[in-house]
Structure formats: C-alpha cells, structure tokens
C-alpha cells in the first residue's frame, strides 16, 4: 500500500523550448507544497506536495522527503496510499511520520517509518480533522467533529427527523460555506501503544462549546502541548447567541488526561488571542493577541506569558506589524514571527528579553516556518514563482532546498514585476506593482488590468497565488496593476483602520492616482483600454466604480462583491465584520454609515460592460448579492454576464472551475479592451 520512489538523484536536465506565457492551464497544473517537516536528527525534511487531476477535477496529496545531509539529494516520493490524500506530516521522537490520511473517505493518523512500512494509527470512521503527536509519543492530541458535550471520540448515533427541515434557534445558521448541523471541532487525547491508538479517548473541555480549531479556517497553530506532555493549551470561541458577532478567542489550559476542567489563560481580554506555543524549555508560553473586541484586522502583538509566575509581557506593542505566526527557536532565547511588510510577507526575529525585532528575509512571501538547529526551514513564493522549500542559517544566510516546479516551468517567460510608490489618500505613501507581459516589443502597449485586492485589509503581496494571480492575467497578454490601497496590512495600523466607515473613500481614490501614477510611469501601459477586476471586497469596490467613476473603464469584473449594503447586512454569516466596518453597529443602527458608501444607490449611473461571478455556496457575500447586480446591469441594458458556479464559495478551488473562471474572465476583459470592441 505504501511505496517509496527514488528519483534519480542527478540534477534534471531540461530540454529548452521556446519560450512562451504563463496560461491558467499551467497555473492549475502546477505542483504545491505545504506543511513542511523536519526529523528531530535533522537528516530529512518531509512535506506534503499536491498534484492537479484535472481528469477527476480535484488535487491528490502525497508526502514527499529529502535527505538534507546527501549532497546533491533529489526529493523522493515518501508515502502514496492508494486512493488517498496524505497530508500534515509530523515527527515522533523515534524519527517516524505521522500523518493524516483520508483513505476510506474520513480522516485517520497514519504511522510511517523511513523505509516506507506505514499503517494506520486510529481506527477508520473517526473523521479526525487534525492531530498533534505529544513529545513523547505516547499520546495523541485529535480534533473532530463532535456534538457539544461529546466525551469520547466515538460518533454516537441519533435518529434522524422524519422531515428535511433544519431548524434552529440562534446563529449561527451557516457558516463559510455550509449549514451548521449542531457539531463542534472538539479535542480528544488518545494513548498510544505499540504504534496503535486505543480507546474512545477522553475529550479536554466537554463543558465548553465551540469550536477548536476554530473555523472555518483554524488549524494546528491553534493547539499546542507543553514540552513535559502534561498540558494541552488551545484556542477556542465560546458559542452563544453573540458567536457571530465575536473575535473573542481565549487561550485555554488543560490538564492532558482531563482530570480537571480548562483554565481561560485569557479571560480578561474581550479582543481575540490565539496561536499558542510553548518555549522548548517549557517555561514560557507565547501567543498573539488584538485589543479591540469585534475586529478581526487589529493588530496582532506578540504576547509571552511566564507558565511559572502567571505574569505577560506584550514583546512587540512598540513594532507596528501584525504577528501571522509564532515559531520558538530551539534555545528559547528568541521567537520566529511572520507579518506583512511592504509587499512582502517576511520572517522576523523577535528577542525574548528585550522584544527587539529583527528581519531575517528579504523580498517574498515566507510561510510554514519550522525552527531547527541553526536556523529555520520554510517554503517561498513571489509574485512570479510558486512556493519552494528553504533553509536559513542564523546569519540569515537563505539555501534553496527544492525546485519542485522546475519541468512544469520549463520554457515558460515569466512577466517581470515592478513595485512602485505614489502619493495617495492624505498624503501617505502608497505602493503598488506593475507587472509587464513577457516579450513585449519595444514600443509596444499592451491593455491594463487593474486588480483590486479584497480584504479588505489584505494586500496584493508580492506572493504566488492560485485564484487571483497577476502573472496569469500578465501572461494573457495585460498589462496589470495592483495597489495597497489605504486599508492594506504591512504599512502600521494606522493604515489599516483608515478603511473603516471610508469603504468608498480613501481607497478609490488611491485606486485612481495608482492607476494614474502607474500609466504615467510604464510607456508599455495603454490606459485608455483598462478594465477593472476584483474579488470580495475587490468586487464591492467594482460595484463602486461602477456608479463612480463611470467612465474610466472599458469594462468591469466583480467576483464575490456586495451590491447591496442593507442586505449584506442581514445576509451575512460573521456579522462583526461588516458591523465594525460600518460604525460597530446593526443596519438599522447605523443605516446612515451603510448606505453612505452602497453601491446599490449608484446603479443609475452604471455603463461599463460587467461580469459578475459568485460561487453559490458562498455564505459570507451571499450569490443574491451578485444575482442583484446582474439584474441591475440588464436593467440598465449594460452587456454583462453572470456566472454561477453551484459548488464553489466565496473562492473558486475545483480545478476544472479555476479554468472556466480564468476563460470567463480573462476573455471579458479581452474582448472589451480589444482596439475595436465586440459588442
């Protein structure tokens, strides 16, 4: 069942071929790495790789190692379970993988040596979610879906209703992108024997309901064990009638056995806290955490906690970044952090005793960071360059482990990248990239796609990406913008919040000098054939446009966008995002902050040719709202298009979509910034 494939170990030798543009069929075909793994001697670094079946319309996951101390060593296939995605490796103490695997259809722990013998480590039919192997081996920390108040792993039957109905008798009601059927991500801790998980487990906080990990996106960054094995410190949202309406994550401690209930280590802060870990020498545990309840962009400062005395310090309330991720250096004299920085999203240092922060990378997108002897190994990526695996010495000296890409990417001319500044919105600095098609001939201009990040506080890094990806849009032949609009993370919080109650403000009107500023700059820019084109937020601000700045535009794209300020309002699922956004209060509240900046109340100035697209499981900008616009553009007899796609939600994921998606939109924008139009 398992089989380990050598690769030859020589250097791929590529046959040149002539060179020609990134297509969104070589975007989908591309292989991505994730959740690297290194062995506790250091020899082999262990991911999980996934390979596009384009055939079946959906990804397989494998594992994948490299000898890190075989000069000249190839990656190696590690472990394929038939018919099975294998993911979230980890290593025990005794040098063997641990993994998850959903062979059967639900997820298990699986158990691997390095000669490749592998087995099962829980039962099948448990539907384990995730898992965190206690340093010694001998117990496994899981989490699964559960009803409240489960204390054993084992499903325990009901009876269904002879009816279809779903009822309920508070919200949440739906969430990302499925109904809510009464169960929680709950933690159980298994003993382990013999390579063999026993028992139904016992469950670390029955008494308290909600979700840990926490969703939709929640994740092993969100549990940790003490380094002795006695503790398991967790992250977690108590549920109640307010749970759509909070941030509040807390820091949860717990005996490893249950023997007593969890201690809220967080109690006092109403605002979120989360990522738990634990110093290597068990002393400290350090955790991020905002101060304003309700608001899911504040900034997120790097706590530690003396696990003796009780007493935190905030190490980094003076460095005005976000924290994304905490990893421990093995001495426990300093932290590797995360936090976007200018375009990039780059690797820090952060001193224990003195909170001072040190960047360690340089341009790029730094993610999976995993400490080890010396220094750390993570993956990479850039705007032009899909993620690969990395080492860094503590002179942050950077070695590049892998290319697993290499073939894939042969004869492929990458478009270049160019970051620029500009003055916008009150004065302040805004930055944005140019990204020029490849080949271009001198005196060319190519048409301009102007793509609007969503977020809203988020950034068009430069970072690789498999939905919204300008080197795609670059290859297709445009020319193609994106800026940091005012709102944006990696320029202080300042920046951040100045979005909030300005949706159609601040933001538009760096949007215009950016495209401006970019026009003027880059001679192989045509600005008079621009089409505007974003997602989520991206898309609100399409609608924007659309009654705003009419005529600028030869067409527009809005993905996932609010239309309708006043029914988002009700519709949504996490209603402290868009309350904060608008005032920090319900629709009929603050209707006057809504309706301010609702693109619904401009439709009578609409002209550009629009797109909508929406996913009709997206639960966080529901797909009336993109039903709505459509209707309005027909009304207005305007050329549009709608795309639905019924399987997606607020993201296009499935890899047959992702090509109809790329076709749709790609020739939208085409066919209206073409010399002479088709109408």
């Given at each position: 069942?398992?089989?380990?494939?050598?690769?030859?170990?020589?250097?791929?030798v590529?046959?040149p071929?002539?060179?020609?543009?990134?297509?969104?069929?070589?975007?989908?075909?591309?292989?991505?790495?994730?959740?690297p793994?290194?062995?506790?001697?250091?020899?082999?670094?262990?991911?999980?790789?996934?390979e596009?079946?384009?055939?079946?319309?959906r990804?397989?996951?494998?594992?994948?190692?490299?000898?890190?101390?075989?000069k000249?060593?190839?990656?190696?296939k590690?472990?394929?379970?038939?018919d099975?995605?294998?993911?979230?490796?980890?290593?025990?103490?005794?040098?063997?993988?641990?993994?998850?695997?959903?062979?059967?259809?639900?997820?298990?722990?699986?158990r691997?040596?390095?000669?490749g013998?592998?087995?099962?480590?829980?039962?099948?039919?448990?539907?384990?979610?995730?898992?965190?192997?206690?340093?010694?081996?001998?117990?496994l920390l899981?989490?699964?879906?559960?009803?409240?108040?489960?204390?054993?792993?084992?499903?325990?039957?009901?009876?269904?209703?002879?009816?279809?109905?779903r009822?309920?008798?508070?919200?949440?009601?739906?969430?990302?992108?499925?109904?809510?059927?009464?169960?929680?991500?709950?933690?159980?801790?298994l003993?382990?024997?013999?390579?063999r998980?026993?028992?139904?487990?016992?469950a670390?906080?029955?008494e308290?309901?909600?979700?840990?990990?926490?969703?939709?996106?929640?994740?092993?960054?969100?549990v940790?064990?003490?380094?002795?094995?006695r503790?398991?410190y967790f992250?977690?949202?108590e549920?109640?009638?307010?749970?759509?309406?909070?941030t509040?994550?807390?820091?949860?401690?717990?005996?490893?056995?249950g023997s007593?209930?969890?201690?809220?280590?967080?109690?006092?802060?109403?605002?979120?806290?989360?990522?738990?870990?634990?110093?290597?020498?068990?002393?400290?545990?350090?955790?991020?955490?905002?101060?304003?309840?309700g608001?899911?962009?504040?900034?997120?400062?790097?706590?530690?906690?003396?696990?003796?005395?009780?007493?935190?310090?905030a190490?980094?309330?003076?460095?005005?970044?976000?924290?994304e991720?905490?990893?421990?250096?093995p001495?426990?004299?300093?932290?590797?952090?995360?936090?976007?920085?200018?375009?990039?999203?780059?690797?820090?240092?952060?001193?224990?005793?003195?909170?001072r922060?040190?960047?360690?990378?340089?341009?790029?997108t730094?993610?999976?960071?995993r400490?080890?002897?010396?220094g750390?190994v993570?993956?990479?990526?850039?705007?032009?360059?899909?993620?690969?695996l990395?080492?860094?010495d503590?002179?942050?000296?950077?070695?590049?482990?892998?290319?697993v890409?290499?073939?894939?990417?042969?004869?492929?001319?990458?478009?270049?990248?160019?970051?620029?500044?500009?003055?916008?919105?009150d004065?302040?600095?805004?930055?944005?990239?140019?990204?020029?098609?490849?080949?271009?001939?001198?005196?060319?201009?190519?048409p301009?796609a102007?793509?609007?990040?969503?977020?809203?506080?988020?950034?068009?890094?430069?970072g690789?990406s498999?939905?919204?990806?300008?080197a795609?849009?670059?290859g297709?032949?445009?020319?193609?913008v994106?800026?940091?609009?005012?709102?944006?993370?990696?320029?202080?919080?300042?920046?951040?919040?100045?979005?909030?109650?300005d949706?159609?403000?601040?933001?538009?009107a760096?949007?215009?000098?950016?495209l401006?500023?970019?026009?003027?700059?880059?001679?192989?820019?045509?600005?008079?054939?621009a089409c505007?084109?974003g997602?989520?937020?991206g898309?609100?601000?399409?609608n924007w446009?659309?009654?705003?700045?009419?005529?600028r535009f030869?067409?527009?794209?809005?993905?996932?966008g609010?239309?309708?300020?006043?029914?988002?309002?009700y519709?949504?699922?996490?209603l402290?995002?868009?309350?904060?956004?608008?005032g920090?209060?319900?629709?009929?509240?603050?209707?006057?902050?809504?309706?301010?900046?609702?693109?619904?109340?401009?439709?009578?100035e609409?002209?550009?040719?629009?797109?909508?697209?929406?996913?009709?499981?997206?639960?966080?900008?529901?797909?009336?709202?993109?039903?709505?616009a459509?209707?309005?553009?027909?009304?207005?007899?305007?050329?549009?298009?709608?795309?639905v796609?019924?399987?997606?939600?607020?993201?296009?994921?499935?890899?047959a979509?992702?090509?109809?998606?790329?076709?749709?939109?790609?020739?939208w924008?085409?066919?209206?910034?073409?010399?002479?139009?088709a109408?």
């Amino acid at each position: 069942m398992i089989r380990t494939i050598a690769l030859a170990a020589a250097a791929l030798v590529v046959t040149p071929l002539a060179a020609r543009p990134l297509t969104p069929a070589d975007l989908a075909g591309l292989s991505r790495i994730a959740a690297p793994a290194v062995s506790p001697d250091g020899r082999w670094l262990v991911w999980q790789q996934r390979e596009t079946d384009l055939a079946a319309n959906r990804g397989r996951q494998d594992l994948w190692r490299l000898d890190l101390k075989a000069k000249g060593a190839a990656p190696q296939k590690f472990a394929s379970v038939a018919d099975a995605n294998e993911t979230a490796p980890a290593f025990a103490k005794d040098g063997s993988v641990w993994f998850l695997s959903d062979k059967g259809g639900e997820g298990a722990v699986w158990r691997a040596t390095m000669d490749g013998r592998a087995a099962p480590v829980t039962a099948a039919g448990l539907g384990i979610g995730g898992f965190r192997l206690s340093p010694a081996g001998d117990r496994l920390l899981v989490w699964a879906d559960r009803k409240p108040g489960a204390t054993g792993l084992v499903p325990v039957k009901e009876e269904k209703p002879a009816g279809s109905a779903r009822t309920y008798d508070r919200l949440f009601v739906r969430h990302w992108d499925s109904w809510a059927d009464g169960t929680r991500s709950q933690l159980f801790v298994l003993p382990v024997a013999g390579g063999r998980a026993t028992g139904p487990g016992v469950a670390l906080a029955p008494e308290l309901v909600g979700d840990s990990p926490s969703k939709p996106f929640g994740d092993e960054a969100e549990v940790a064990w003490s380094p002795d094995g006695r503790i398991v410190y967790f992250a977690l949202r108590e549920a109640g009638r307010i749970e759509p309406l909070s941030t509040n994550l807390d820091i949860f401690a717990v005996p490893a056995d249950g023997s007593s209930a969890p201690v809220n280590l967080t109690a006092a802060n109403r605002a979120t806290d989360n990522f738990p870990a634990v110093s290597p020498d068990g002393r400290w545990l350090a955790y991020a955490a905002m101060a304003r309840p309700g608001y899911e962009s504040d900034r997120m400062v790097l706590h530690v906690r003396d696990l003796a005395t009780g007493q935190v310090r905030a190490l980094t309330d003076k460095w005005d970044r976000s924290v994304e991720s905490i990893a421990w250096a093995p001495g426990s004299a300093s932290l590797y952090v995360t936090s976007h920085d200018t375009l990039d999203v780059a690797l820090f240092r952060v001193d224990l005793a003195d909170g001072r922060v040190h960047r360690m990378s340089g341009a790029g997108t730094v993610g999976a960071v995993r400490p080890v002897a010396g220094g750390v190994v993570y993956t990479k990526d850039s705007l032009t360059a899909p993620a690969d695996l990395y080492r860094m010495d503590d002179r942050a000296r950077e070695t590049r482990l892998t290319s697993v890409n290499a073939g894939k990417l042969a004869g492929i001319d990458m478009p270049v990248a160019t970051r620029f500044s500009f003055r916008g919105a009150d004065g302040d600095t805004v930055w944005g990239q140019a990204v020029q098609p490849a080949g271009m001939a001198a005196g060319a201009r190519a048409p301009v796609a102007l793509l609007i990040h969503g977020g809203p506080q988020s950034s068009f890094a430069d970072g690789w990406s498999y939905r919204w990806n300008p080197a795609v849009f670059a290859g297709a032949g445009l020319a193609t913008v994106t800026i940091d609009f005012h709102g944006s993370i990696g320029y202080g919080q300042r920046f951040v919040d100045s979005i909030n109650r300005d949706w159609g403000g601040r933001p538009l009107a760096d949007l215009k000098a950016g495209l401006k500023a970019a026009t003027d700059r880059f001679a192989w820019m045509d600005g008079d054939r621009a089409c505007a084109a974003g997602g989520s937020y991206g898309g609100y601000m399409t609608n924007w446009i659309a009654g705003v700045w009419p005529d600028r535009f030869r067409c527009l794209v809005t993905h996932a966008g609010v239309f309708d300020a006043r029914a988002m309002a009700y519709e949504t699922e996490e209603l402290w995002f868009d309350e904060y956004e608008h005032g920090g209060g319900p629709y009929y509240e603050r209707a006057a902050d809504y309706e301010r900046w609702n693109p619904v109340t401009k439709v009578a100035e609409w002209k550009a040719p629009m797109l909508i697209v929406h996913g009709e499981r997206d639960f966080r900008i529901p797909y009336t709202q993109g039903l709505a616009a459509f209707t309005a553009a027909q009304r207005r007899e305007i050329p549009s298009r709608l795309v639905v796609f019924p399987d997606e939600n607020h993201w296009i994921l499935k890899p047959a979509n992702s090509l109809q998606w790329h076709e749709e939109v790609l020739g939208w924008i085409k066919r209206w910034t073409a010399a002479t139009p088709a109408r």
